[in-house]
């Protein structure tokens, strides 16, 4: 295992409210990633970082905000919860075997906003 | 923006049966990576291609890289129930910013 743990693993929440889900990981890499799954899109990179306080938006970021302040973790927020943000969050890893190295993903977040 | 495009979407097999599923980008890959998901985890890299008509084997599994890096393959042969899963194709980009297909999810029944 890559070392990678995400929390909650599950979460309803309701329209509205803000919502925070964690990646922690023990490998100490330098690039972090949250993706969300949602059935006929695949994965969509939402955020990333390359380093503690280094973040860029991705794809989808819209309504999504993210902190680094540890090596070990990266937070994701969504400030104030939409039924569109009902998906499955994945966190990733980049390994450090160069420019062509896989991407080490957790386990995953289902989050329902009611 | 690069599309992958994944086909066949589900694709439902018995035991010992081969497949092909393929993977089609709207531009040139920079590097081409397999991934298997399972139900309740994340995706698992199964194998990076990088050369434009590269092969590569694992186990039952042929990777294949088309010459012009724009699409890629990927066969198993004689499938088991332990093959189920979502294969996804995607294109590493800059800072590991990857792009993913929607993926093919496979069922191989006993």
């Known amino acids: 295992d890559a070392g990678i743990t995400q929390s909650p693993r599950h979460k309803v929440t309701e329209t509205g409210t803000p919502v925070t889900l964690r990646c922690h990981q023990t490998?100490?890499?330098?690039?972090m990633y949250w993706y969300r799954q949602d059935p006929g899109h695949g994965l969509r990179l939402i955020h990333y970082?390359?380093?503690?306080?280094?973040?860029d938006k991705g794809e989808v970021s819209d309504g999504y905000s993210v902190s680094r302040s540890k090596t070990e973790d990266f937070l994701l927020t969504l400030e104030s919860a939409t039924s569109s943000q009902t998906s499955v969050y994945f966190c990733?890893?980049?390994?450090?075997?160069?420019?062509?190295?896989?991407?080490?993903f957790g386990n995953g977040t289902r989050l329902t906003v009611t | 923006t690069q599309l992958l495009e994944q086909s066949p979407q589900f694709l439902s097999i018995q035991e010992g049966e081969n497949l092909t599923v393929y993977c089609n980008s709207s531009?040139?890959?920079?590097?081409l990576q397999w991934y298997r998901q399972e139900p309740g985890e994340g995706p698992v890299l199964l194998v990076t291609?990088?050369?434009?008509?590269e092969v590569k084997k694992l186990k039952r599994l042929t990777f294949q890289f088309g010459d012009a890096r724009k699409d890629s393959s990927l066969h198993i042969t004689a499938a088991q129930p332990g093959d189920t899963g979502l294969y996804l194709c995607?294109?590493?980009?800059?800072?590991?910013?990857?792009?993913f297909g929607d993926g093919t999810t496979l069922t191989v029944k006993p």
């Open positions: 995607a294109d590493l980009g800059n800072a590991g910013k990857s792009t």
């Open positions: 970082s390359y380093g503690v306080k280094d973040t």
């Open positions: 531009s040139v890959f920079s590097s």
């Open positions: 291609v990088v050369t434009g008509g």
């Open positions: 490998e100490n890499h330098r690039y």
């Open positions: 990733a890893i980049r390994g450090t075997g160069g420019s062509n190295s896989p991407l080490h």
